[in-house]
C-alpha cells in the first residue's frame, strides 16, 4: 500500500514539475505539433521560392548548354571517346529544407497522435494533423509537379535538338 502511494506521490511530482511558472499551454503535445506543422509549411514554401531567388543564367542559356552537352556526349559516344567527368558541385542549402520539411511535418503527426491520446483540446491536436499532413502533401505534388516539367523539358530538347550530327 505504502508502495502504491509513493508511485502516486512520484508521478505527481513528474507531471507538474516540468516548469509549474510556464503556462500551461506549452505543456501541450498539441501546441508543439501545431508550431512543427507550421514550420514544416514555412520550410516547404521557403525552399520552393529560396532558389528562385538566387541569380542564374537566362532559361535559353540553361537549355542552350543542355543541348551542347548532349550534342558532345553524343560525338563523344560516337567517336569511342569518353565524357570528360562532371565537376563536383556545393549542396545548396535548399536542399536542406527539402530534407527537413517533410520531417517535420512527421513530427507535427505523431505529436498530434500523442495529443489525442493524452486527450488534450482537441482543436491543437487537429490543428497540428492538418498542419503536418498539408506540409508533407504539398512536398510531395511538388516534387512530382518538378519531375513533370523536367520530363517535358528534356523531351522538348530532345525533340528539337536536329541533327546532332550536322556541323
Given at each position: 500500500m505504502a508502495e502504491i502511494a509513493i508511485y502516486?506521490?512520484?508521478m505527481t511530482l513528474n507531471t507538474t514539475s516540468l516548469n509549474p511558472d510556464a503556462p500551461q499551454i506549452f505543456r501541450n503535445w498539441g501546441f508543439w505539433a501545431v508550431i512543427m506543422g507550421g514550420l514544416a509549411l514555412i520550410c516547404v514554401f521557403a525552399q520552393?521560392?529560396?532558389?528562385m531567388l538566387e541569380p542564374k543564367p537566362s532559361v535559353g542559356t540553361q537549355i542552350g548548354e543542355i543541348a551542347g552537352d548532349i550534342?558532345?556526349?553524343?560525338?563523344?559516344?560516337?567517336?569511342?571517346?569518353?565524357?570528360?567527368?562532371?565537376?563536383?558541385e556545393p549542396v545548396?542549402?535548399?536542399l536542406y529544407l527539402a530534407?527537413?520539411?517533410?520531417?517535420?511535418?512527421?513530427?507535427?503527426?505523431?505529436?498530434?497522435v500523442i495529443?489525442?491520446?493524452?486527450?488534450e483540446h482537441r482543436r491543437y491536436t487537429v490543428y497540428g494533423a492538418g498542419l503536418g499532413v498539408a506540409a508533407v502533401t504539398f512536398q510531395f505534388f511538388w516534387w512530382m509537379a518538378l519531375l513533370i516539367a523536367g520530363v517535358m523539358l528534356l523531351v522538348a530538347i530532345l525533340e528539337n535538338i536536329g541533327d546532332v550530327f550536322s556541323f
Open positions: 502516486a506521490h512520484v520552393i521560392i529560396g532558389p550534342k558532345r556526349s553524343a560525338w563523344n559516344s560516337f567517336l569511342g571517346k569518353s565524357d570528360p567527368a562532371p565537376e563536383p545548396s542549402k535548399w530534407f527537413a520539411a517533410p520531417i517535420l511535418g512527421v513530427i507535427a503527426i505523431v505529436l498530434s495529443s489525442g491520446v493524452q486527450g
